[in-house]
């Protein structure tokens, strides 16, 4: 399969919404154009960007680049003393987590019963999570156990997930659910 | 790694799960270091080692269990003086223990202590215990007691540590007492002899002597060993005692705190060392500590450290953590007169694992999910996972594409062959699209505990928000709707400092400013926020000092300064560790308990393994010393004293009450003081070495749709799982991606050509795998890298399967999870998903 150098870019920069397949393997065969463009553009005019392999937790130093707000490129940083510039497959393809026609852009809702998507505005779907949030933790909220234990706690929201994010985040989402209450946080590092 | 003389590589894949980690223990190699690989599987981590030795899933206890008998019966080991040396000072082999203990060679594989389980709570009736041990007989035989008075409550605390003061913990330098532990631990492995271990492992004898003979001759004075394990140690129903069997083999070959020792823990995630640090955890809070819990003396404040602090040891100063804790949590809300607000603070009331809140979700008892970048509708006994997920009333998942969590509704395979009907399913479901990587700005914590923050290079399109934006709104909404009330259960959430907006408006609206947050975790003084910590040693127990985790305490020691930003690499040619590159926890110390690369006398143990030294006023060297800068080697302990003055200049251990490492842990496991060689929960081997089968308190979660394989020809055959480099974990962030599913696009399972000769079964012939929680297809990969065991006398055949696969993605494929089980290690919950058994057939 040939793809031009247009259709190359119009999936990598997501504006494409077609998923499919055949066309994304297709484009993993023959990146040649685009990689010589990406390299033309890094050495020309791209900015380089610090940054870190989000895989495992070996914690591969790399560079962004971009040209104009968009991501290009993105390769090991020579300077690490871990990686010293090389990166493994992963780390190698971490350009097509963001630069991916497969990627969602759009907030989704399911309502209860339905067999089907909605499209939902941002704002109103985080205001709904509040609000379902607030009316779960209220209704099932324990002050204290029969013996009188006080444990202002409730067991009935489950918050998981946090290893592959920010430490900041793992800090924001366990202080916000310990500041309501809900005990059972977990991540991968579980299981 | 790079300064090793020999690495062994076990329960981990390194080469291919590691990669880029992998290329030190091979510059190691290049310079002359052995390399050693422990595996079931002939991996491409083998094909560079000097030896490999196979060893069947699961036993690997009794495998190191032999290289500990080997080593402290080995002529070398008695020979060299630097060995004993090692022992006597640094580790717990003098210390006496009482004489109530009994050791599993004594009760045929149980520990003393062993009673029915019958703790918990009726509101949490998920813990899945079978059995519990008393720990009490395993303590240290101890002269008297020498605590104080309770004195007056707190802060300052120093009356109430002082009262947890115990008797001084009895020891024989002579390592003769029947009771010394060096005793006690040469008794247990007497019987792991390389014929027994040959035995329960199915390694050859001759294997089981070379890497004995490999590790020996490369530790000691010159020369230093290092482990390295991965999960293939810890999703096992014994996993935490695998570790310490490690442990104990490398104090005894004097391999910890120096350069080129220790074990190296490979985890998995980019900040799963961080989400443990920062505990989006059920059972910790922030730096170690434990969650409050209804089920211990938790009710205040004092009972809390009561119960967990110590009097001896840096754990002396948890008053300091926890109060600051406190403060980071509620802010000026937090005052002495009620505790810091410490009854705000939620408490546990039993197991709230990824596991057991499984449980507890299919048996309805859970209304609501945040899934937040993991993908459980592939996860552990995944029919029951998802059995779960249709129980919620909502679920919100927020990932890079739809995963299988976010579809489990729609075609799920139980939706699919018609078993359940989305329509009956009544969870509301909300997928948000996440900003990746290089949108965001924020740090990681790699698995060598260093942080390194990335910046944000680009917008992420669209809807796609950073998690952080995600949490910080949903507070801030929350925090509007509290704001006013004056109910008692809701003062901790009305309480609560959130204070994240940035200080310049972000591109993205609405994003939280993640300094502000990094600024909290590290800490600042109270009355004056600008000032920031440089130091846990500048952390207080009154609350002028605000601080969410002690161990990251310095990391952002001012305005501006935020050290996880350093990219200064030493420059080529010199010997040191990196220092001004990222920064690592605690206080960037590269090489934990450091104190221990020196003699007693403060001396290097060699010049080739020089790394940290007293240098006739101050202890310094290439690494930031791990030990009180200025305390002489030659200081006496104080026998009265608390924390760190209890202990003498030449106990490297600091953390420790007793400041030397443990052989032999007097307490802190529920599965008992030593590693004693267990079958994993399912096995189609009966133990080789005692007639208690499994771990007597392993967990368990008894349903229907969780049966376990009782020792049958049913299931007669080792199944191991394991990842691939291409793929990430259960495929979130790698089945989208076209690259990487290319180079690997379909699932499979590895077996031996004597297994596929039995069962009639073709390379690339689709094949059948069932245990009793599932059933499932994938295509035939008859390889040598995987053999058949002799064990106990017979032949055990072994399978693997890597268990990237689900049904979204580009490209897709059963879900391995389908099979496993949802039993666990009694300390951690976490599951075996590394060896349990199953059967084979032609599909
Ligand atoms: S590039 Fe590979 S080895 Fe490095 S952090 Fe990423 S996944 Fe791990």
Known sequence: ?191 | MEFSDCVVIEGSNMAECHPVAFRWPMKAKAAGAKLVHVDPRFTRTSAMADVHAPIRAGSDIAFLGGLIHYVINSERWNGDPFFREYVVNYTNAATIVGEEFQDTEELDGVFSGLMRYTGGVEEWPFDGFLGRYDPSSWDYARGPDRAAAPGRRGPPFDDLIRSLKRGQPLRDETLQHPRCIFQIVKRHFSRYTPEMVSNVTGCPVDRIVEVAETILANSGRERTTAWAYAVGWTQHTYGPQMIGCCALLQLLLGNFGRPGGGIMALRGHASIQGSTDIPTLYHSIHGYMPAPSALKEHATLSDYLRSEASAEGYWANMPKFLVSYLKSMYGDAATPENDFGYDWHPKIIGDHSHLPMFVAMAEGRVKGMLCIGQNPGTSLNASVERKGLRQLDWLVVKDNFLIETATFWHNAPEVENGSVRTEDIQTEVFFFPSAQVAEIDGSFTNTQRMLQWHYKAADPPGDCRSDPWFTHQLALRLKAMYADSELPRDQGIRNLVWDYDPDEPHEIPGEPDPEKVLKEVGGYYTDDPDRHLGGFGELRDDGSTTCASWIYCGVFPEPGRNLSKNKEPDPPGTIGAHLNWGWAWPANRRVLYNRASADPRGEPWSERKRWVWWDGSRWTGYDTPDFALQKPPTAPADPNGIGLDAHSGAQPFIMKPDGVGWLYNPAGLEDGPLPTHYEPAESPVANPLYSQQNSPVLKYWRRDDNRLAEMSEEYPIIITTYRLTEHYLAGAMSRWNPWLSELMPELFIEMSPELAAEKDIGNTDWVRISTPRGSIRAKALVTRRMRAFQIDGRIVHHVGMPWHWGWEGVVTGDVVNEMTALVGDPNVSIHEGKAFVCNVEKA
């Open chain 1, 1 to 191: 399969m040939v793809v031009s150098r247009r259709d190359f870019l119009r999936s990598s920069l997501g504006l494409g919404t077609g998923t499919a397949l055949g066309s994304l393997v297709g484009l993993g065969t023959d990146l040649t154009p685009a990689m010589a463009r990406a390299q033309e553009l890094r050495i020309r005019n791209a900015q380089a960007t610090p940054s870190v392999c989000p895989y495992c937790s070996v914690g591969c130093a790399t560079l962004v680049h971009t040209v104009d707000g968009e991501i290009v490129n993105i390769e090991g940083d020579p300077r690490s003393p871990h990686n010293e510039g090389t990166l493994c497959p992963k780390g190698a393809a971490i350009y097509q987590l963001h630069q991916n026609p497969n990627r969602m852009t759009q907030v989704l809702h399911r309502a209860p019963g339905a067999t089907e998507w909605e499209v939902w505005d941002l704002e109103r779907a985080m205001d709904r999570v509040a609000e379902l949030v607030k009316e779960t933790r209220d209704e099932t909220f324990l002050e204290q156990l029969p013996d009188g234990t006080r444990v202002n706690q409730t067991t009935a929201i489950f918050a998981l997930g946090g290893a592959t994010l920010d430490n900041e985040w793992n800090h924001m989402q366990q202080k916000l659910m310990r500041g309501l209450g809900v005990v059972p946080i977990e991540n991968q590092a579980r299981i």
